[in-house]
């Protein structure tokens, strides 16, 4: 029966050993998942502030009064005179 006993206690202490180091290695990744949740939550919040950074950069520059000051310098265009405007009818 001793024998028996014996074999019983070292199979408890092999399944004690085995499940100590699975708990330190869940730890670990634990750890290292968090750390890159974090990362990518910093990364996340960047993409964000740039993303609406754009999206006012791309309304200023698609202003009516903007597309106007383009229109009139770089373009050389102006508001037609009543005598350039031509009317058009359609059937």
Request: net charge positive; aromatic share 6%.
């Amino acid at each position: 029966m001793s024998g028996k006993l014996l074999f019983g206690v070292g199979l408890m202490w092999v399944a004690v050993i085995l499940s100590s180091l699975s708990v330190v290695y869940i730890t670990q990744r634990s750890r290292e998942l968090t750390a890159e949740l974090g990362k990518t939550q910093k990364a996340h919040d960047e993409l964000r502030y740039e993303q609406e950074r754009l999206l006012l950069e791309k309304g200023a520059w698609s202003a009516y009064s903007r597309v106007e000051q383009v229109a009139r310098k770089k373009l050389k265009m102006h508001a037609p005179s009543p005598s350039e405007q031509v009317l058009v009818v359609t059937d």
